[in-house]
């Protein structure tokens, strides 16, 4: 079978986290990339998991507790930076 059309990505919409410690990752998204938080589920379980939603720089972050992978992986999420701002940032 062919496909003839091709449907066309608008933008990115969100990445979630599956993450141990909620308040944990929240810190870091928001001392390390400004993120500014936008939603928080508290006590209101609407999916399967305590939730966070955030946005940097128009990309909404979302993470989620949950258990960590049983076995490692290469998953990862990398990011591009000028060579000025390197050292504040590893800082």
Request: glycine share 2%; aromatic share 16%.
């Amino acid at each position: 079978m062919q496909i003839q059309e091709f449907v066309q990505i608008e933008e990115l919409s969100h990445i979630t986290f599956i993450v141990h410690d909620l308040d944990r990752i929240a810190n870091f998204l928001t001392a390390i990339f400004d993120a500014q938080e936008v939603y928080c589920s508290v006590d209101q379980i609407f999916l399967i998991a305590r939730e966070k939603f955030f946005l940097i720089h128009n990309i909404w972050i979302a993470i989620m507790e949950g258990e960590s992978l049983f076995e490692k992986t290469y998953n990862h999420i990398a990011f591009k930076l000028s060579e000025p701002d390197f050292e504040q940032y590893v800082n």
